[in-house]
Every structure is written in structure tokens, then in C-alpha cells.
């Protein structure tokens, strides 16, 4: 089943989104087994992600040949586990952050690439700069040494007002635009999961995180972006 949704995903995004630009599909590992995991991986998929540092910890040896992305909130306190070890981090929402993924990768001769984590949506639950702040947000980050940003991500409210979704996929994709403007390190707009990520690549997006249509649904409760 793994690999059937594997193979049927990557088929769909193979055209790349309506900018002419290649889409990147991120398996999100959530509560699945290195087992599953090994599974999309050999299906086709080249990049995976957790949201969790313990799940990111325990699975990392278990694991073979994929991209390791780290896509969840990230506490100042769990960052030393991850320096190193990850190919991109989507959730750089505070300063705070920055100032302790500095600090350590500094400290280990590394770079870390992430992403600006942008809500989107102003919704109290979420995580992110605000939208009106990313692009100064942006111009701060971006001094950091040890820092690279490579893009911009976003998680669409729950919501079945299309127009609405359509609208703060469009501002997601001018924020992006306007940023790789200014810096070529920018490549990547992450927005999509699996109910939202059709009408995300349709506005631009070029990496979706998917979970549930790789994988079906979750079999224990996982915090969401906890
Ligand atoms: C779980 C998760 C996803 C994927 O969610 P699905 O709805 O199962 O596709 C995407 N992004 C983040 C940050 C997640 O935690």
C-alpha cells in the first residue's frame, strides 16, 4: 500500500507546479516505523520528515538513503540533538531559535539550511512569524552565520473556504518570490499537506509534506506540530 501511494504521488507531482519548478515530496514520518519508512524510501521517495526530535533521534540509525528533514516545532532546549544531522529544518519561528541553532552550529563547524516558518493563517494554535513581519524576520535571520535560508513554509488553516486558502497560498508564494529576489539560497516554498497540498502546487508551492496519503491514517494520536 506504502508503495503504491508512493509511486502514485510522485507520478502526479512529476510535472513540477505551474512555475516551471520541480516539486519535492517529503514523506512525513510521524508515529510510523523505520520498517514503513524504509518502504517510501525505496519506492521513490528521497526526502522524509519528523516532527518530533525524540521520533527524529530514535529512527535516525534505522533509516537508509533518504533527505532528513526536521518539520515540526523545535524547543531551544532539543536543538544540540539535531546539529549535524539534518538536511533542512521548515520551523524557524523565533528569534530564540536561531540565537541556539547559532550558537551550536557555530560550535560544530556546521550549517544548518532551514526555512522560515510563516503563519499564514494568524491562528493563535500556530506557530510562525507573522506574514507581515516574515520580510523583516527574513533580513534578520539571514545574518546568522551559521543559519541558511533556503525558503519559506506554511501550514493552511483547516478551512474549506478554497477562496480563502487560494488567497494565503498566493501571499505565501509573493513572500517567496520576493525573498529569492534578494538571495539565491532561496529555492524552496514548503506548503502542502495531504488535504491541502493540490490547491498548495496549484499557487506555486514546490515541497509538500505528506503523512497520512503515503501512509494512511495515524494509528495512535500524535500531538500535531507538538
Ligand atoms: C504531520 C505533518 C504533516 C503531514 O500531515 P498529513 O495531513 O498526515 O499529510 C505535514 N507537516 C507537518 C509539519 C506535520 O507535522
Redesign the pocket.
Known sequence: MITENVKKALAEIAGGNPFGEKITLVA?T?TRTPDEINEAIKAGVCDI?E?KVQEFTQKFDAVHGANRHF??HLQTNKVKYLIGKTYLI??LDRTELADELQKRAEKANWTADCLIEVNIGSELSKSGFEPENAENAYEKLRAYPNLRIRGVMA?LPLSDDTALLNALCKKMRALFEKLREKDENIKYLSMG???DWRLCVENGSNMI?????LFGP?RYPAA??A
Open positions: 512525513a510521524k520528515g516532527n518539520i515540526g521548515h520551523s501550514m499537506m495531504s488535504g509534506r505528506l503523512g497520512t496519503s495515524r500535531e506540530n
